[in-house]
Every structure is written in structure tokens, then in C-alpha cells.
């Protein structure tokens, strides 16, 4: 199952969810912007409207009014409403007919302090939604040409500011920002977008070569990255997968050991079978002659011709096990001198004719199994050989010429297979088994070395042993 998808959806949402959080925040900042230019320019229009109705009632109480109100601030509209509603006195921006306010409002602000003004949030005839001060000049504040007006209630003071200016620039800076969040939630969406993109590509580098791995099945390491975490876990990583190669070249190893050894013990059995059959059916057939026609064969003879056989027998069984053995032994790197084996080996075996000795050369291996090499090939050429055997040695090297008929180029590649015998004069005169060469080659080959033939100087087969001088 591929990962690509859940790489891109967490790049997806790592971007969806900075970009969701940045739009609240801006969206939350923006309301509260609004909010608070909104609440300083009505607190502002507030300041203005306290300050004007403190000041028109002070004009009041002192008796200074003056035939207009003063007005600053646009659309501002000042009036002083009697008890029953009725314009008192208006600034020229108001009209001597229509109060400012509905009576109602002052009803609904509740009782009207003669100290401090109330500022509410009221439709004016004049400007719409506005911002009213109102505040009541006691009867007995009022100066004597304003007191027959007031009666027992005493005079309104009341001043309103339209909010028009304030809504306006409220929705003009509402709209702003709704056209601006946008913007900046995709601008950074969109960058936070690319740096992700950046920042997981050595996790994709990662992925593509875990895949590649996964779909070889081989050897393989990770993309370390030069620094961070990322680089931390790839050479992690890197370590597991050279660990699980180490196993399961291990794994490989051992079952490929366990087929050779299925195969040395078939082989083995194969081999034993086939090449056992002869000598003992020829030791049964000896045994029941003996048996019905005892004075037709004498013990003597029967000893003679059932220890030959037997003889044959032990050999055969000794080379097979050998054989069976090859592979399944620890591989030794002992340095061997090879002359010295050479001649051990031309000594031990000291019929005719003899073996000549030439050279000096050193190897290694397994000494035994070595001169077990040479013994096989010497035995070999003296058996075919006319009057000489020559063994020569140099380093990881040793070759045994013979005079006798060779072997013909196309066959000596077969003459290694097991129990082949080519001619009647090379083999079966002698009573070979057909297992020397095989031996000598795989001894050979368990050593790190190999055996090939070839012509002889005289005319006759050369064996050339070859072995190798250092530890791998």
C-alpha cells in the first residue's frame, strides 16, 4: 500500500489547519477592531455631548444663553425641552418646533440627574440613529426669566451627534478587512503550503527509497539528510535495514547450507547404492558358491577373493564419506608449505615409477585435505603413466605431468563426474573407482582452489592444482 496519500494529507492538513487558525484569529481580530474603533469614536462622540450639555447648562444656571447654542462637531444639534417637550432654546442646526428627541426617550433613560449627564443611543429626527447627553437644570438653578418656562421640573438640556459617520466608517473598515483576510489566509496558506512541501521532502526522498528496497528485496540504505531529525531516523533506519540485510544473508547462508548438505547426503546415498551393488553382489555369489559346493572352493580362495572384495568395499565407503564430508567442515587458512606435502606424498607412495620433485612454493589451506589432493593425483598419474611422474610446486601451485596416453580435450571436464571411467586402460585395470579426480576436485574447491587437466610436455595429462596464497 503506497503512503503517498497520507503524506499529502497531512501536508493538506497541517496547511488547512494553520490556515483555519490564522482566518480565526484574523476574523476575532477583526471583530474586535471594529469593536474598538467603533467604541473610541462613540466614546469620543460621548466626550463631545457630555461637554457640550455641561456647558450649555452652565450658560443656563449663570443666565448667559446665549439666542443660538453652540454647536462643533457635524450634524451636532443642541436643544433645551421644557417639562412639556417644548423647545426652549436650539442651536442653529435645530428648529424652535421639533425637539431633538421623542419625550419617550427621556422616559426611557429614567430619571434625568441634575449633576451628571445620561448618554444614549437614540433615533433623532435630525440624523437618524444619534448619540444624546441629556441633563436637568434644577428650578432652583434656573436664573428668574427661565423659571416661569421650567415650572416645578426645571429644564432639559439635551444635545445629539448622528452616528452615521461612525456606522460608516465601522462597515468601510468591516469590508476592508473582509477583503483583506482572505488575502492573507491564502498568502500564507500558500506559503505554509510551499515549507511544508520543502520541509517533507526528505521524508519523500525517504519513502521513494524505502520503496525501492521493498520492491528489490536487496540491499539498499536511506538519503540521509545533512542535519535535524530527519537525519537522526534515516541513519536509524539505515542501521535496521543493514542489520535485517545481515539476517537474511544469514537466513541464505544457512538454507543454502542445509540444501548442500540435502544434496552431499543423496548424493551420498545415490552413489553408495550404485557403486556398493557390484562388490556385494559379487561377495554374495562368492559366499553361496562356497556354500552349495564347498569342495569346489577352498577356504583359501575363498578368503583371497572375499578380501579383495572387502578391500574394494572399505575403499569405496572411505572415498564416499569423504565425499559427503566436503563443505560441511569450517574452512582452515593454515600456510602450507607445498614441496614438503609434495614429497611426504611421493613417499608414502613409493611403487614405481618415481616421482620426480622440482620447485618450492607455499599456500593456503587445509593441509590434509591438501595432500589428500596430491595423493589422489599422484596415484592417478602412476597409474597411467609409461616410466615417469614429474610433481612441480611454485606458489599456489603444483602440477603433475605423467608420459602416459592423456586424455582426450573433450573429456576432461567429464572425467570430474563421479564413478567415470573412460578406458578400459586407464581405469579399469587398475581398479579404479571412478572417485579420484571427483576428490581431488572438490578438496580442491572447499580449499578456495581448483583442479584442471591439460596436455602433458611427454605427451601424456598434466593435473594442475591451484590454491590460493592469502586469507580472503
Not at 266 to 293: C, G, K, N, Y
Amino acid at each position: 500500500m503506497s503512503r503517498t496519500p497520507r503524506r499529502r494529507t497531512l501536508r493538506l492538513r497541517l496547511t488547512l489547519v494553520t490556515a483555519g487558525a490564522l482566518a480565526l484569529a484574523l476574523a476575532a481580530g477583526s471583530v474586535l477592531l471594529v469593536q474598538l474603533v467603533t467604541g473610541q469614536r462613540v466614546d469620543a462622540l460621548d466626550e463631545a455631548v457630555t461637554a457640550r450639555v455641561s456647558t450649555v447648562a452652565d450658560l443656563v444656571r449663570t443666565d448667559r444663553l446665549p439666542d443660538s447654542l453652540p454647536v462643533v462637531a457635524p450634524g451636532e444639534v443642541v436643544q433645551i425641552l421644557d417639562p412639556g417637550g417644548r423647545v426652549v432654546a436650539t442651536s442653529s442646526t435645530g428648529s424652535q418646533t421639533l425637539p431633538v428627541v421623542e419625550s419617550d426617550v427621556v422616559d426611557d433613560a429614567g430619571t434625568v440627574g441634575s449633576r451628571q449627564p445620561i448618554v444614549v443611543t437614540a433615533p433623532s429626527p435630525y440624523a437618524g440613529q444619534a448619540r444624546v447627553a441629556m441633563l436637568l437644570v434644577a428650578p432652583e438653578e434656573l436664573p428668574e426669566r427661565l423659571a416661569a418656562a421650567a415650572g416645578d421640573d426645571g429644564l432639559l438640556v439635551v444635545a445629539a451627534v448622528p452616528l452615521g459617520d461612525v456606522t460608516a466608517t465601522a462597515g468601510t473598515l468591516a469590508w476592508l478587512l473582509v477583503g483583506v483576510v482572505p488575502v492573507l489566509v491564502l498568502g500564507v496558506g500558500l506559503a505554509v503550503w510551499l515549507v511544508l512541501g520543502r520541509a517533507l521532502r526528505p521524508v519523500e526522498d525517504l519513502r521513494v527509497a524505502a520503496a525501492e528496497v521493498a520492491q528489490t528485496g536487496g540491499r539498499g540504505s536511506l538519503p540521509v539528510p545533512a542535519t535535524g531529525e530527519l537525519a537522526a531516523l534515516a541513519t536509524t533506519l539505515n542501521t535496521m535495514l543493514d542489520r535485517l540485510d545481515a539476517a537474511a544473508v544469514a537466513e541464505r547462508a544457512a538454507a543454502s547450507s542445509a540444501r548442500s548438505a540435502a544434496d552431499r547426503q543423496q548424493a551420498f546415498v545415490a552413489d553408495a547404492a550404485h557403486e556398493l551393488r557390484s562388490p556385494i553382489a559379487s561377495l554374495r555369489t562368492a559366499l553361496e558358491v562356497a556354500e552349495r559346493h564347498p569342495e569346489a572352493y577352498p577356504p583359501e580362495e575363498l578368503v583371497a577373493d572375499l578380501g579383495a572384495d572387502v578391500t574394494r568395499i572399505a575403499a569405496l565407503v572411505e572415498d564416499l564419506l569423504l565425499l559427503a564430508r566436503v563443505g560441511s567442515r569450517p574452512r582452515r587458512t593454515d600456510v602450507l608449505d607445498l614441496a614438503e606435502i609434495a614429497a611426504r606424498v611421493a613417499q608414502e607412495d613409493g611403487g614405481a615409477p618415481q616421482v620426480e620433485i622440482e620447485g618450492e612454493g607455499i599456500a593456503v589451506g587445509d593441509g590434509a585435505a591438501v595432500g589428500r589432493v596430491l595423493r589422489n593425483l599422484v596415484a592417478n598419474a602412476k597409474r597411467h603413466a609409461s616410466g615417469r611422474v614429474r610433481v612441480s610446486v611454485a606458489d599456489g601451485e603444483v602440477t603433475v605431468d605423467d608420459d602416459g596416453r592423456g586424455v582426450p580435450e573433450a573429456d576432461r571436464e567429464r572425467v570430474f563426474e563421479r564413478f567415470v571411467r573412460l578406458e578400459e586402460a586407464r581405469e579399469r585395470d587398475a581398479g579404479g573407482s571412478g572417485l579420484g579426480l571427483a576428490i581431488a576436485r572438490e578438496l580442491a574447491r572447499e580449499q578456495g582452489g581448483d583442479v584442471a587437466l591439460a596436455d602433458s610436455p611427454w605427451a601424456g595429462l598434466r593435473a594442475r592444482l591451484t590454491l590460493p596464497t592469502w586469507t580472503a
